[in-house]
């Protein structure tokens, strides 16, 4: 979700470092939002485009299709769209794991090596939840488990495909994500208020630093992005 808390700061950012086009996919259009980021810096050319992560592959493709005729190269696929709600349980596995599988086997058919693509990048947003569960919303937890070790999987796939993958795990970031939320079969009613008395950064803090680790291009990077630092993180089989 571009245009969400971590989203839309990540994307002013982007904006800021002056790639030539930022694409936003997203669920719900926000004109001021995208009128912002234009208005930034107007050598970027920035387009929206609606669209929900839970559609099937073929779907997705045929979006890809329309934006790759529009702008010929694409060189990163950010997947940042979650939720966070495990009362939403096939929801929450759908949006968060699926949703990124998805939308990075639709664009294999246009980046993989082996079908003549030229390569890619995709940094995979997932959570350090990922290798450190807030275990009263398990689901959400395991969601982002299993987007990371797809992105592990995908790094270490890059010499045949030639595309490349890193993870970007933010910590607690303050957006309205973590304000409210249901922790699963409510064990912990007060689950937002408990994680929030622990040290946070704000969106910006996370965005700077996402920049940061899309600058250094690292495949197979665990980038650990909490409390306004940028981390690698060392993971051990």
Known sequence: AGLGGIGLDTSR???????????ILDRIENPTAIAELKAINPKVTVTFYPYDVTVSVAETTKLLKTIFASLKTIDLLINGAGILDDYQIERTI????????NTTTAIMEFWDKRKGG????????????????IYQVPVYSASKAAALSFTNS??????????????????ITRTPLVHKFNSWLDVEPRVAELLLE???????????NFVKAIEANKNGAIWKLD???????????
């Open 13 to 23: 950012e982007i904006v800021k470092s002056g790639p030539k086009n930022l694409v």
């Open 94 to 101: 759908a949006v968060n794991f699926t949703g990124t599988v």
């Open 118 to 133: 030229p390569g890619g990048v995709i940094a995979n947003i997932c959570s350090v939840t990922g290798f450190n569960s």
């Open 154 to 171: 995908l790094a270490r796939l890059a010499p045949i495909t030639g595309v490349t993958a890193y993870s970007i795990n933010p910590g």
């Open 198 to 208: 622990h040290p946070t950064q704000t969106t910006q803090e996370c965005a700077q």
């Open 227 to 237: 409390l306004g630092r940028l981390d690698a993180i060392e993971w051990t089989k």
